[in-house]
């Protein structure tokens, strides 16, 4: 799993009823965009993330700007 800064990371529910966690990518720790990720969630929290197998990375595209 590879990323950039300005990159989503969607967090998928793991029981019914659990909503997708969705935060933005503000600093790669890792080499060459492997995890982990600083993410700034939406309820405005931020940590620390290595994502598991129930995450997705949806990239930017060129020029692209997130609100």
């Known amino acids: ?3 950039t800064t300005g990159d989503q990371l969607v ?7 659990q909503h997708d966690k969705v935060g933005e990518i503000v ?3 890792g080499q060459g965009g492997d995890p982990p ?3 700034r969630f939406e ?3 931020e940590g620390v ?3 598991g197998p129930d995450t997705e990375i ?3 595209k ?3 700007r997130r609100p």
């Open 11 to 17: 967090q998928h529910g793991r029981v019914v009823g």
């Open 37 to 39: 990720y600083r993410v």
């Open 49 to 51: 993330c290595s994502p």
């Open 43 to 45: 309820d405005g929290h």
């Open 1 to 3: 799993m590879r990323a």
């Open 27 to 29: 600093e790669v720790l």
């Open 58 to 60: 949806r990239h930017r």
């Open 62 to 64: 060129a020029g692209e």
